[in-house]
């Protein structure tokens, strides 16, 4: 006769390897064990192959004027020509790759807190810009991307041509 589990098992399904009554539920339990680690030692691998490397993530400041959306960024170490700067009127995606330049093994690194490799950002922005009159300059490290914003109140007078 089976001893009547006590409210905590019932309510996570936990047993106790004496509550089994035959080798046979033991059994039973370990494959299904075995087919969870399983799937998840696929699942794991799958992401691995599928996903690229993490990118660090690029801090920003975004400030707005009347007249701009101004953004700040510190890329100390990165050449212009490794930044690619893509613009949209409502977003904008900052990625480069800092590379590390001294050849220093591992094991001679007291402590370590640069980040080396890839970086990216996407910054969604509060007001639609003009991409055309978008503007990016970078001095001593810091990167400062001007976007003008759009006038959306501008209007022009349209002059009807007959044909």
């Known amino acids: 006769m089976k001893k009547k589990k006590s409210f905590l098992q019932r309510l996570t399904g ?6 089994f ?3 046979f539920e033991l059994e039973e339990e370990q494959e299904e064990l ?3 680690d399983n799937f998840s030692n696929e ?6 192959r599928e996903l690229p490397a993490e990118d660090g993530e690029l801090s920003v400041d975004v400030l707005t004027t009347p007249e701009e959306i101004i953004i700040k960024a510190m890329v100390a170490g ?11 009127r409502d977003m904008v995606t900052i990625r480069g790759t800092r590379e590390e330049i001294d050849e220093v093994k591992q094991e001679d690194y007291y402590h370590k807190e640069l980040y080396w490799g890839g970086f990216s950002r996407n910054i969604i922005l509060p007001e639609e810009v003009d991409v055309e009159g978008a503007d990016a300059k970078e001095k001593h490290g810091l990167l400062v ?4 914003k ?12 007959s044909s």
């Open 150 to 161: 759009l006038d959306k109140d501008r209007k022009t007078k349209l002059s009807v041509k």
């Open 78 to 88: 990165v050449k212009p020509q490794d930044l690619d700067i893509q613009i949209t």
């Open 43 to 48: 699942l794991q691998d799958h992401e691995e």
């Open 14 to 19: 936990a047993v106790k390897v004496n509550d």
């Open 145 to 148: 991307i001007k976007l003008p």
């Open 34 to 36: 075995d087919d969870m």
């Open 21 to 23: 009554d035959d080798d």
